[in-house]
């Protein structure tokens, strides 16, 4: 009798640790918070939810903690570096794929790559007569010195004409030192809302349109990280849940409808920055402009 029970106790207790075991194997059982950082850029607050979208398809329990520190691009890649943060986004560029593990999902289906200008309004007559490339030729434009965008422009033949200065970038549009300030689609109505004293607005017409994915990054000792929220995101588009996100989204809603894209003149230029491992081939991962 004895005997029998303790060889039944023993049978129970290894069945039941062997179904602990199970489940710390599982990977339903896996939890890990994932920090993050959010300035007061809109941007940040779109990845935030992004990654959570993400994360309700993910196998595992993932949380995030938000710092919400002022830091620049480079103190964010430091922080991703150094292992003080998990994850950050930003538009890619050459640098953080050399430097960081990008999660290949353009995030903001390229909407980013979407340019149009803020100009001086008593110039809109120029750009109405806008028709080939060779119109847009006859046109100058402003950036700022050492953005990716004037290589971009300037590799596709455009004229740059450059500022150290953010701030200037507007004045000097609007006093005709350069015709145009392309900016992307989610910018510039809150841009010029900043700057109430300057009679400028955003051209009517036209679109430049080049690839420029908004990824995803982890460091590059996190490959699994990498894939997983990969998995997660390529899940949420598969089953509707993300162009759910990312077409209610107010800041991508206000963009698209404000913006009138759809019936815009598109001038599609080259980036000479994109990695030849971008998901160009991935039709659903790209905004297209007939869609709309």
């Not at 106790?9 to 890990?32: G, I, M, N, Q």
């Not at 971009?152 to 015709?179: A, H, P, W």
Request: proline content about 6%; some cysteine.
């Amino acid at each position: 009798m004895t005997s029998t029970h303790n060889f039944h106790s023993h049978s129970v207790t290894r069945r039941a640790w062997l179904l602990a075991a199970a489940l710390l194997c599982s990977p339903l059982a896996f939890s890990e918070t994932l920090r993050v950082n959010q300035t007061d850029h809109p941007l940040d607050s779109y990845a935030v939810g992004a990654l959570k979208v993400a994360m309700e398809y993910m196998e595992g329990d993932y949380s995030v903690s938000i710092s919400e520190d002022p830091i620049t691009q480079t103190r964010a890649i430091e922080r991703l570096e150094s292992d003080r943060m998990d994850v950050m986004w930003l538009s890619s560029n050459q640098e953080a794929e050399e430097r960081l593990m990008p999660v290949r999902f353009p995030m903001l289906k390229g909407l980013l790559g979407h340019r149009i200008f803020i100009i001086n309004p008593d110039n809109q007559a120029r750009f109405d007569r806008v028709r080939e490339f060779s119109d847009l030729k006859q046109l100058t434009f402003g950036q700022g010195a050492g953005w990716p965008d004037v290589t971009i422009l300037e590799d596709n033949g455009l004229d740059v004409i450059t500022t150290s200065k953010y701030d200037n970038l507007f004045y000097m549009v609007e006093g005709g030192r350069f015709d145009a300030f392309p900016r992307g689609v989610l910018e510039p109505w809150t841009e010029l809302k900043a700057h109430p004293d300057l009679p400028l607005t955003v051209e009517d017409n036209l679109v430049l349109v080049y690839v420029l994915p908004f990824y995803f990054f982890v460091s590059p000792d996190r490959p699994e990280l990498a894939e997983a929220i990969k998995t997660g995101l390529d899940r949420a588009l598969a089953s509707g849940r993300f162009d759910e996100y990312f077409y209610g989204h107010p800041m991508v809603e206000d963009a698209l409808t404000r913006s009138n894209l759809k019936n815009r003149r598109a001038f599609e230029l080259g980036n000479p920055f994109l990695s030849p491992e971008t998901p160009l081939d991935i039709d659903n991962y790209w905004l297209d402009l007939e869609d709309l």
